[in-house]
């Protein structure tokens, strides 16, 4: 990590920010949206503004080492990043600000803390990047049943502890991020290659909580197939799941773990399967007449066996917004990597589905295209729009994201329907015709995850209630039409609602009794998957 | 399924066998392997000799239709496929009969089994094609507390109900057996491809209730990934998971009950990931000075990122046991299939990772070499091998399998650690030298699966004893090596003693407090994975 602290408000580290050209492309493409000349902008308060209750409890002198409760821990420790994380912030709500935030080096600390926590009444809350855009971290709860609130944040378990070559694996610490990872993988040649949006800001141990999507668009897709072990403290002690490459004893108890949001333990480390780093890489953009006909291209190419490590579609106003294409085309982003051989037959073979299905691949691009063209331009607007949302909400402009999963069958009506409710939604909240795109963050061969992009005008004073009314109308279409309330970003607090509807009753029955086992006083995220 | 009924003894339907030609190969095989010319062998009692005690039970007149309580009934459902089940059939000992074998038709009827069988206070097992090695359908429980045993035979929930062509996914009944379950699926020019060895006599619940490894040998190797959704039927109610290609909203509700064993709930349906039918195959035969040689290369090509249908070796006892070699070399088999590509670049690559470690490819094999050569002698002997026990056992031959699995790092000290305990056990246990062979099931980038099988002459009297202390040694030093006492088979009741030590105790808890919800008076196959 640098060595500038993480922002109490907006993405990434103090001083950080989109400069003023990439600030003047996303806002003009937002003027020309709304055909506002400008915007109604209000001040975010700074960190020394904050008003934040006395925090209800005091560690033992055991714990006041590795605890904190100065404002500036207290504020960075109350949000995620999700847009109403932001609203809130912006607004200077802050009644979610948690006590304490505790900073454990070792398993026995995380279990000190734990029991510190269980002792006076209060949450504890895992943290790894902060990152969660559906309330993941956000230590809000009853305050009748709970006495204060604890945050528990991994950062100093951050240590690649062995790299094991042979195998291809190694055991990490939970609160390692993107960055420091790699940078410990890489003198021997090895990757874990998972590159969620957050990588920078998140976590090994979130990932593995949240079942992150990563680099792959097809065959890994989520961190879930990469955990060859785990390691789980929980309020009843600490587990640890054997190392194997495959088994069958028994239901996956890794997989009890991955998703668990922070319910039912803290993921303290974990022997994670690695790659090769790529030697062989070929790269290419394709357009298409419509969104739809590069689906029919994608399900091709996923259906084919060909595994490219990016099969990325962008609807055309999606395109457009990315500076990646005019707004007249569709675009897929391709690729394919390999540490081991010459990927032309898998790309070749590739390229003749998209023909099938009216691709036309875009010219002059080299075999490095992942960087250059309509796809690198997609790519570095991936990487630096976290940055955007600081200065966009301020402005009442009302930008969000949400994800899912449909069966190829379902898929056109899928997206018809979740786009027309999502577009009626912003009328009926703001009065102001939005956008809604769409894109493929992953795909599979029974169907693709799409990635839908919101856009709307709001208004200060109102925006939480037409942010939350685009949300229900989005969230209702997409469980109506069959799809999952999340593909790779969690359920959280937010998502909830529709999580409870998607989710079988009698697994919440199984899980929530399986969460009184491990974490006996509910103690563990309470409100994130079930109610405690 | 055919017209002949199922045996109570043995492999397959009443009438099938290894002809004489075959089980002269084979017995040939032990006399040469024991410097024997005969070996002393009993009879096994017929049907109708058999003791069985009377039926405890008697289903109401709502169940009758479904419910049978004959001979042939109860004795064709007391044991699985193990040795030690074969055994005590062999030895006329049928304590363990099911009192009654129900048959439903419908998810309702499965309910009313249920209610039933909860209360008066039988234990319910679910049964598939009860091809279970690990004692996984034997309704061995403890008659104090059950007062009468009920199995509940999936066969008339057969049906190929929905294809999904579009997403290429098909909605399948969980009593299916394999055959049924792709000729249903051949004319839409589709199929599972899951290929246990147990195919014909199996079913698509109890592959997924058991984790059954399949046709592929590396990425899909267990049923798990094919799973898209499933539907339960619990002593609670009915559970269906959401139909997606892929999700990250907690926990996945489906890896829940894949490996559950028949604990948690009856598989009543379940929407599958087919494949395309191949049209492109590569197959072939290398050869290896030794067993770790072609372990070097399967390791290069499970690394590379190639995924081929088939990469099995064969240890040199393993080759010529089985007629695929002369006992001097090591054999792979290797193969790649599309059914929408050549795979030349695939098999080609392949190939090298072949010669790099000093593989060198059989000549004279066409593209069907799938059929041919050693593999194809191979292929037809695992296709065979079931029907050998039948008349082994009555020879006081003790012959059987285990199977595991081990990252690469470790698997050479493993290997010969396994190797070695079991045949000092056998000699312990027989005094006579046996033999321990070894092969790769499947494969994965961090490690194999290896298959052991061992071959012991024992003693009429003291088989049962001789296969367990075999047995132990085995598993004792699988589990102290760091392998998982399975990697397909299952832990039924067999496999109980190494899982509990495998296990997370902390999983083992919640794992029970799910099933204390899902079936409250713990009537669902007592014993196996936990204690009731």
């Not at 809350?125 to 006495?147: I, L, M, N």
């Not at 109102?462 to 469980?479: F, G, M, N, V």
Request: some cysteine; hydrophobic content about 40%; overall charge neutral.
């Amino acid at each position: 990590m640098g060595d500038a602290r993480l922002k109490h408000y907006g993405w990434g580290r103090e001083g950080e920010a989109m400069s003023a050209e990439e600030q003047a492309f996303v806002l003009g493409r937002y003027r020309q949206k709304f055909g506002r000349d400008d915007f109604d902008t209000i001040a975010v308060p700074p960190l020394a503004a904050l008003k934040l209750r006395a925090p209800r409890i005091t560690p033992p002198d055991s714990l006041t080492a590795i605890c904190r409760s100065e404002p500036y821990d207290r504020a960075a420790h109350t949000f995620g990043k999700s847009y109403p994380d932001y609203l809130r912030a912006m607004l200077g709500d802050y009644d979610c600000a948690p006590d304490v935030v505790a900073y454990p080096r070792s398993e026995a600390e995380i279990t000190a803390v734990m029991d510190w926590a269980g002792g006076v009444g209060a949450s504890l809350t895992p943290f790894g990047g902060g990152s969660s855009v559906c309330g993941g971290v956000e230590p809000r709860v009853d305050g009748a049943r709970y006495k204060a609130t604890v945050t528990l944040d991994m950062r100093n378990l951050g240590k690649v502890v062995e790299v094991d070559l042979t195998s291809r694996a190694a055991l990490i610490e939970g609160g390692t991020y993107g960055p420091a990872l790699e940078s410990q993988l890489k003198p021997h040649g090895v990757t874990l290659r998972h590159f969620p949006q957050s990588f920078e800001y998140s976590t090994l141990g979130g990932w593995i909580a949240t079942r992150s999507g990563g680099h792959f668009a097809s065959l890994y897709t989520h961190i879930d197939d990469f955990v060859q072990s785990l390691r789980v403290v929980t309020p009843r002690g600490v587990l640890e799941t054997r190392r194997l490459p495959g088994s069958g004893a028994g239901p996956s108890p890794d997989r009890l773990f991955i998703g668990s949001e922070g319910t039912l333990g803290v993921i303290s480390r974990a022997w994670m399967r690695l790659q090769a780093r790529p030697k062989f890489r070929a790269g290419a953009s394709i357009r298409y007449r419509s969104f739809f006909e590069a689906a029919h291209a994608v399900r091709a190419i996923a259906q084919a066996g060909l595994y490219p490590s990016n099969c990325r579609i962008l609807d055309p106003q999606e395109a457009y917004n990315t500076g990646a294409a005019d707004g007249s085309v569709a675009i897929m982003v391709l690729g394919f990597e390999s540490g081991d051989h010459p990927t032309d037959a898998w790309m070749a073979r590739a390229l003749e589905c998209c023909a099938d299905h009216g691709g036309l691949k875009e010219e002059a691009l080299a075999d490095d295209a992942h960087l250059q063209g309509a796809a690198g331009i997609w790519r570095n607007a991936f990487i630096r729009m976290p940055y955007a949302r600081e200065f966009l909400n301020p402005a009442g402009i009302i930008n969000d994201t949400f994800e899912t999963a449909i069966t190829w069958d379902r898929f056109e009506t899928f997206h018809d329907k979740v786009k027309g409710a999502t577009e009626r939604a912003i009328v009926d909240a703001t009065g102001i015709k939005g956008e809604v795109t769409c894109r493929f963050t992953h795909v599979y061969p029974d169907g693709p995850a799409p990635y839908f992009s919101f856009h709307a005008l709001g208004r200060h004073g109102a925006l939480l209630a037409q942010w939350q009314a685009i949300k229900d109308a989005a969230s209702d279409a997409l469980i109506e039409a069959g799809g999952t309330i999340t593909h790779h970003h969690a359920v959280g607090r937010d998502h909830r609602p529709w999580y409870d509807r998607q989710r079988p009753e009698l697994f919440a029955t199984a899980l929530r009794a399986a969460k009184k086992e491990l974490d006996p006083l509910s103690i563990l995220n309470p409100g994130v998957l079930f109610d405690p």
